[in-house]
């Protein structure tokens, strides 16, 4: 008996394999192979013969459509929402992130996708592959290197984007995808100074997502360091293993039912240490929060003296702390704690009004130049010309997505964070009673919120409530004469020469 092997196209993937099996009966009717003869990456075919050789082109055929019908079910092509904005026109450079997230071509075959291997909640990572070893390999680099987490990014040109789903099951974390798109629009809608990530609404097909990402997310966090992270995977393939039966589909599926939806945003910085984001030594929850209160710019806030006055006050508040003292040295500028005041308000105010349940120890920050010219201020990463110019630690808030979501805990209002403040930025307190007055006539701002960030009604109806509760607090210290206006750019890039500004209540 004559005997030739047929070489099978190099699909691993497990539609694949699957679809072979369910194959194998049918080309065995053939009178093609035997079912035993499906060894590795070859088929051994029966003697040659002018009838046999049609039934191996028949196996050939069978074989390269199996083959193609594995890779469709394998691609993974992105439908990109970007959600319109509180403002009435973005920032060149926010408009810019956004047209280059919308613009990430999955169909590359320089473009990768990674499961989240570390951490507490899954997510994905994506890759550009150009110019570097696996350049139009992407597949080969999926298989090879995203097992290694984080460093997959070293052996990658760059990181194009981070995407992050929702997910709430009953043994994972916490995370709220429409969270971190409101905290960048509400970012803008406040101008903060600190710094928040952009972010764009992204879609993927269900299966595709589940095959391609779920599936090596479930194979590489099966660790007993990793629990919560693979209690995470395990529920995202629940969830897309059959989305109509899932409990949570409205966080996570599409209307239709056929996409898996998140968003895309790109992470920078560094962690602050107890300088910023406290001690952190009563543990998580209130304890934490009420922790994060006696660092020297929270604790400078609460003090109702003139600005230089209250940094001194603060700093030798918090280096009562051993912990604190360490992690506040002599040569720390008054204008850095100045900074970190500004810095706070926002954040008590973005945390307050949507719902933050995990902000401490997620501080982060960039070294930044900042000078002004005029009114307005400027910031960059190298030196720049302006004599003026000093270097400062700029706040960034990456991590958003555990806010929002009815069951999340408010630890900054639960705590009183917006409590006893003495110091504020004057436009930031007239722009924070400018929404809370939208708010209060149900304004475009607070309509854009109910409509268009997948929220349920209580979901909106608890940000509008809450961006009441903050102006009217912020209103009545006004009103009580107990807020000095003294947080102003140049007050606090000079606070020493701080001005204390007058503002209509």
Not at 69 to 95: F, H, N, R
Not at 133 to 154: F, L, N, P, T
Request: aromatic letters at 8%; glycine letters at 8%; hydrophobic letters at 40%.
């Amino acid at each position: 008996m004559n005997i030739f092997y047929m070489d099978l196209p190099e699909y691993g993937s497990f539609p694949f394999r699957v679809k072979i099996e369910q194959a194998r009966q049918l080309l065995y009717s053939f009178g093609a192979f035997h079912p035993s003869s499906l060894q590795g990456d070859s088929i051994m075919l029966n003697g040659i013969t002018r009838r046999t050789i049609l039934r191996a082109s028949c196996v050939f055929i069978c074989l390269q459509s199996i083959g193609l019908q594995a890779e469709a079910e394998s691609a993974l092509e992105m439908k990109c929402i970007k959600t319109a904005p509180l403002v009435e026109a973005l920032a060149p450079g926010d408009s810019a992130e956004e047209d280059a997230f919308c613009g990430i071509d999955f169909t590359n075959t320089s473009t990768a996708i990674c499961p989240k291997t570390w951490s507490t909640s899954p997510g994905a990572l994506i890759y550009d592959l150009t110019t570097t070893a696996w350049e139009g390999r992407k597949s080969d680099y999926e298989k090879a290197i995203c097992q290694v987490g984080g460093h997959a990014r070293d052996e990658a040109r760059r990181e194009l984007a981070i995407f992050k789903n929702s997910m709430n099951g009953r043994e994972t974390s916490g995370t709220f995808a429409p969270a971190s798109l409101l905290y960048y629009h509400m970012s803008r809608l406040l101008q903060t100074r600190i710094q928040v990530p952009v972010a764009v609404m992204a879609q993927f097909p269900v299966s595709a997502y589940r095959q391609r990402v779920v599936g090596p997310g479930l194979n590489y966090s099966d660790s007993k360091r990793l629990t919560m992270l693979h209690a995470g995977w395990q529920e995202m393939d629940k969830a897309l293993s059959n989305p109509p039966a899932y409990s949570h589909s409205r966080e996570i599926i599409s209307t239709d039912g056929e996409s898996l939806w998140g968003v895309l945003l790109l992470e920078s910085g560094h962690r602050y240490g107890p300088e910023v984001n406290g001690t952190r030594k009563s543990g998580w929850g209130d304890g934490q929060n009420r922790d994060f209160q006696q660092t020297a710019p929270f604790l400078a806030l609460r003090t109702d003296l003139p600005l230089s006055q209250a940094i001194v006050s603060g700093l030798k508040q918090a280096r009562a702390d051993t912990a604190m003292a360490k992690a506040l040295p002599e040569t720390i500028s008054p204008a850095q704690v100045a900074w970190w005041m500004h810095e706070i308000t926002e954040i008590v105010i973005l945390d307050t009004i949507l719902r933050q349940q995990d902000r401490i120890g997620n501080i982060d920050y960039q070294w930044r130049w900042l000078w002004t010219e005029g009114k307005a201020l400027h910031q960059s990463p190298s030196k720049p010309d302006a004599s003026t110019a000093t270097k400062l630690q700029v706040s960034v808030l990456n991590d958003n997505d555990a806010g929002v979501r009815s069951s999340y805990a408010n630890y900054a209002r639960r705590t009183g964070m917006l409590d006893s403040w003495h110091h504020m930025d004057p436009g930031l307190y007239r722009r924070i009673t400018s929404l809370a007055a939208d708010f209060e006539q149900s304004g475009p701002i607070a309509q854009a919120v109910r409509q268009n960030y997948r929220l349920s009604a209580g979901e909106a109806s608890g940000i509008v409530q809450r961006g009441i509760e903050v102006g009217t607090q912020l209103r009545e210290r006004c009103l009580a004469g107990a807020l000095r206006f003294d947080l102003s750019v140049s007050s606090v890039l000079q606070p020493q020469a701080a001005i204390e500004e007058t503002t209509d209540c």
